[in-house]
């Protein structure tokens, strides 16, 4: 079972793509013609070399050009085994093509440089040539961005941008002359395009989408994502610039305002089991949608409740079975005389107060978006570390899980028995859990909610599957992330919420929309 879950980290981690063709439409739009992969078990015995690779990414994003009632510049994307979306751009005069990733967990645009001669990654990508452009610009500055565990550094160009049928000129951008990450290597895509703010924004240059604004190449200051999850579909999905796609959605979208730009973050409330609370965000969390993330993230003491719920194999806590053997009764015990939860820990020694907030560990896994991965990082690496913190961490989980027990009345005898069953259900330090595919149709719904109203998702929606007949393997489309206040609780939505729920990035009045997508 561990080497097979090694195949599927590796699998996760390896994308591929098959190059878009461009095509012109009648309608006046642009359509980009995607291709797909289907993979199966040897592929993914293939990948097995990835392994080692801890860079989380998941970023491929889909995007699809309709014929029909589209307000806006559609761009296509192609869908990778349901995880991985990405559509093709230009750069220069004449055109260079790259396959990037649209990611609105970032701002940055860049593509690897015919300068990048040590790094391997740049040897099985396209690489823009700035001596074979016209309107290349040379900014002479230098900048670096970090993904987890790699990074990517170069200089700053400018030139001119073509997305779909948008032009947009004097684009700064980062020519990568090295690419340091095993997933940079193996990835078929060429580079990212960041549709985040500009306050994330890596050396001050303008992001491509706030060009597109101020050049009104677009009339209307939003963009929306259609994510197509059957993977057999000949279409990956669609991304406008402009507008939304009428076809690809029933109803109204619901709103939620930005609470924090940078990435685009809102507030989220309480999120349900089986149509059953589970105590956390009660009091509102804070949310990202992220079409550079592929799975959902989410805090530890929540995905373990998932993972008991639905039989996903995880790795026994001996830290977790020790604070409630050692430290239940008096847990229990500070509970029971109202000592407010967050304080528990901190009273009997497993945890300190740095400030006003909870010192605890942050951790990321494979297709969290490694932008945010490095700003939990950041806050984590500047507050003072104090205490253990996997046994802290292993306590504030022990306290919400009792917690939400004692809210549903039931003895000490079963709410300690089921603390112990959900720490044999942590996730394991990479991330994966595999299911019983079998168990699919009896697995429960879980809930979101978002501006007062419900976003549910099944089983078969949030379950991925892999292979054919006895190779089939499926996986839980949850993941680990734990962020410390102020930042946190935080849940990151990626490409497994987003394809099942059509989204609207509107700029103008700083708010994010989902609708039932079709």
Same mark, same amino acid.
């Given at each position: 079972?561990?080497?097979?879950?090694?195949?599927?980290?590796?699998?996760?981690?390896?994308?591929?793509?098959?190059?878009?063709?461009?095509?012109?439409?009648?309608?006046?739009?642009?359509?980009?013609?995607?291709?797909?992969?289907?993979?199966?078990?040897?592929?993914?015995?293939?990948?097995?070399?990835?392994? #080692?690779?801890?860079?989380?990414?998941?970023?491929?994003?889909?995007?699809?050009?309709?014929?029909?009632?589209?307000?806006?510049?559609?761009?296509?994307?192609?869908?990778?085994?349901?995880?991985?979306?990405?559509?093709?751009?230009?750069?220069?005069?004449?055109?260079?093509?790259?396959?990037?990733?649209?990611?609105?967990?970032?701002?940055?645009?860049?593509?690897? #440089?015919?300068?990048?001669?040590?790094?391997?990654?740049?040897?099985?990508?396209?690489?823009?040539?700035?001596?074979?452009?016209?309107?290349?610009?040379?900014?002479?500055?230098?900048?670096?961005?970090?993904?987890?565990?790699?990074?990517?550094?170069?200089?700053? #160009?400018?030139?001119?941008?073509?997305?779909?049928?948008?032009?947009?000129?004097?684009?700064?951008?980062?020519?990568?002359?090295?690419?340091?990450?095993?997933?940079?290597? !193996?990835?078929?895509?060429?580079?990212?395009?960041?549709?985040?703010?500009?306050?994330?924004?890596?050396?001050?240059?303008?992001?491509?989408?706030?060009?597109?604004?101020?050049?009104?190449?677009?009339?209307?200051?939003?963009?929306?994502?259609?994510?197509?999850?059957?993977?057999?579909?000949?279409?990956?999905?669609?991304?406008?610039?402009?507008?939304?796609?009428?076809?690809?959605?029933?109803?109204?979208?619901?709103?939620?305002?930005?609470?924090?730009?940078?990435?685009?973050?809102?507030?989220?409330?309480?999120?349900?089991?089986?149509?059953?609370?589970?105590?956390?965000?009660?009091?509102?969390?804070?949310?990202?949608?992220?079409?550079?993330?592929?799975?959902?993230?989410?805090?530890?003491?929540?995905?373990?409740?998932?993972?008991?719920?639905?039989?996903?194999?995880?790795?026994?806590?001996?830290?977790?079975?020790?604070?409630?053997?050692?430290?239940?009764?008096?847990?229990?015990?500070?509970?029971?005389?109202?000592?407010?939860?967050?304080?528990?820990?901190?009273?009997?020694? !497993?945890?300190?107060?740095?400030? #006003? !907030?909870?010192?605890?560990?942050?951790?990321?896994?494979?297709?969290?978006?490694?932008?945010?991965?490095?700003?939990?990082?950041?806050?984590?690496?500047?507050?003072?570390?104090?205490?253990?913190?996997?046994?802290?961490?292993?306590?504030?989980?022990?306290?919400?899980?009792?917690?939400?027990?004692?809210?549903?009345?039931?003895?000490?005898?079963?709410?300690?028995?089921?603390?112990?069953?959900?720490?044999?259900?942590?996730?394991?330090?990479?991330?994966?859990?595999?299911?019983?595919?079998?168990?699919?149709?009896?697995?429960?719904?879980?809930?979101?909610?978002?501006?007062?109203?419900?976003?549910?998702?099944?089983?078969?929606?949030?379950?991925?599957?892999?292979?054919?007949?006895?190779?089939?393997?499926?996986?839980?489309?949850?993941?680990?992330?734990?962020?410390?206040?102020?930042?946190?609780?935080?849940?990151?939505?990626?490409?497994?919420?987003?394809?099942?729920?059509?989204?609207?990035?509107?700029?103008?009045?700083?708010?994010?929309?989902?609708?039932?997508?079709?």
């Amino acid at each position: 079972m561990k080497m097979r879950q090694g195949y599927l980290w590796a699998a996760f981690c390896l994308w591929a793509l098959t190059f878009p063709l461009l095509e012109a439409s009648s309608d006046g739009l642009v359509r980009i013609g995607l291709k797909k992969w289907r993979i199966d078990y040897k592929r993914i015995r293939a990948a097995k070399m990835a392994r #080692s690779a801890k860079y989380v990414g998941g970023r491929l994003k889909s995007m699809y050009q309709g014929a029909g009632d589209s307000d806006g510049e559609s761009v296509l994307l192609r869908n990778y085994m349901d995880a991985q979306y990405y559509g093709e751009i230009g750069i220069g005069t004449p055109s260079q093509n790259f396959t990037v990733v649209f990611d609105t967990g970032s701002s940055n645009l860049w593509v690897p #440089s015919t300068k990048c001669h040590f790094s391997i990654a740049c040897l099985f990508h396209s690489k823009y040539n700035s001596r074979l452009s016209a309107t290349y610009v040379d900014l002479g500055k230098e900048g670096e961005i970090h993904y987890g565990s790699g990074s990517i550094s170069g200089v700053f #160009s400018q030139d001119n941008v073509q997305v779909g049928s948008l032009s947009i000129k004097d684009q700064v951008f980062i020519e990568a002359t090295r690419e340091a990450s095993l997933v940079f290597v !193996l990835g078929k895509f060429d580079g990212i395009l960041g549709l985040g703010f500009d306050e994330i924004v890596v050396g001050n240059a303008t992001p491509v989408w706030y060009n597109m604004l101020h050049q009104s190449v677009i009339h209307e200051d939003i963009f929306s994502f259609w994510l197509n999850r059957d993977p057999l579909a000949t279409e990956g999905g669609e991304i406008v610039f402009g507008g939304v796609d009428r076809r690809h959605f029933k109803g109204q979208h619901t709103y939620a305002p930005i609470t924090q730009k940078g990435y685009w973050q809102f507030d989220m409330g309480e999120f349900l089991i089986g149509y059953k609370s589970t105590g956390f965000c009660e009091a509102g969390c804070a949310a990202i949608v992220d079409s550079g993330t592929s799975l959902i993230a989410g805090p530890t003491a929540v995905v373990t409740e998932i993972n008991h719920a639905i039989g996903a194999e995880g790795i026994v806590s001996q830290e977790c079975k020790e604070v409630v053997s050692q430290y239940g009764n008096m847990i229990w015990d500070l509970l029971i005389s109202r000592v407010q939860p967050e304080k528990v820990c901190t009273q009997i020694g !497993l945890c300190n107060y740095n400030g #006003s !907030l909870v010192v605890r560990s942050g951790s990321s896994y494979c297709f969290m978006n490694p932008r945010i991965k490095t700003v939990v990082e950041e806050e984590n690496g500047n507050g003072t570390r104090v205490g253990n913190e996997v046994w802290c961490t292993a306590c504030e989980m022990t306290v919400i899980w009792i917690q939400n027990q004692l809210k549903q009345r039931r003895t000490k005898e079963i709410i300690f028995s089921y603390v112990t069953e959900l720490c044999q259900s942590l996730p394991s330090p990479m991330g994966e859990s595999v299911v019983d595919c079998g168990r699919v149709p009896f697995m429960p719904d879980v809930t979101f909610t978002i501006a007062d109203k419900h976003f549910t998702l099944t089983p078969k929606e949030y379950i991925l599957k892999t292979g054919e007949g006895i190779t089939t393997v499926c996986l839980s489309g949850f993941i680990a992330l734990d962020v410390p206040p102020p930042r946190g609780p935080l849940w990151i939505l990626g490409d497994i919420f987003m394809g099942v729920y059509h989204t609207v990035f509107d700029y103008g009045n700083l708010q994010v929309g989902f609708a039932e997508a079709m």
